[in-house]
Nanobody, 126 residues
Framework: QVQLVESGGGLVQTGGSLRLSCAAS????????MGWFRQAPGKEREFVAG????????YYADSVKGRFTISRDNAKNTVYLQMNSLKPDDTAVYYC???????????????????WGQGTQVTVSS
C-alpha cells in the first residue's frame, strides 16, 4: 500500500492562506484517487476535498468550496490542498488519504480510504 506524509500545516490568521502537501511513496500513486479530511477536537473526521486519479475530477465540501483547491502532480507523487480565506472553523488536523481510483466518483466517506497520513495541524487564529 501507499505511504502518505503530510506537510505544510501551521498557525495563520483569519483570512490567511496555507498550502498543504501530501507526499506518497510507491510507483502506483497515479492509480489512486486522493482525499483530504480534517478532524477538530471532539468532532468526527470530515471530508474536505477529493481528486480523481488523473486530476480531471475534483470534489469539495460545501464549507470549503470556493476557498480551497485540491490538485495533484503524479510525476511528483504529491497531492496538494491550497487553502485561502481561512477561518477559525478551519482549525483541525488535516489528513490525506488514498483510495482505489478505478471508478471516478465522489467519495466523502472515510471508510472508503485504505491509506492515511499522520496528519498536519492547521490553526487559524481570530
Amino acid at each position: 500500500q501507499v505511504q502518505l506524509v503530510e506537510s505544510g500545516g501551521g498557525l495563520v490568521q483569519t483570512g490567511g492562506s496555507l498550502r498543504l502537501s501530501c507526499a506518497a511513496s510507491g510507483r502506483t500513486f497515479s492509480s489512486y484517487a486522493m482525499g483530504w479530511f480534517r478532524q477538530a477536537p471532539g468532532k468526527e473526521r470530515e471530508f474536505v476535498a477529493g481528486i480523481s486519479w488523473s486530476g480531471s475530477s475534483t470534489y469539495y465540501a460545501d464549507s470549503v468550496k470556493g476557498r480551497f483547491t485540491i490538485s495533484r502532480d503524479n510525476a511528483k507523487n504529491t497531492v496538494y490542498l491550497q487553502m485561502n480565506s481561512l477561518k477559525p472553523d478551519d482549525t483541525a488536523v488535516y489528513y490525506c488519504a488514498a483510495t482505489s481510483g478505478t471508478i471516478v466518483k465522489h467519495r466523502p466517506d472515510p471508510s472508503e480510504y485504505f491509506s492515511w497520513g499522520q496528519g498536519t495541524q492547521v490553526t487559524v487564529s481570530s
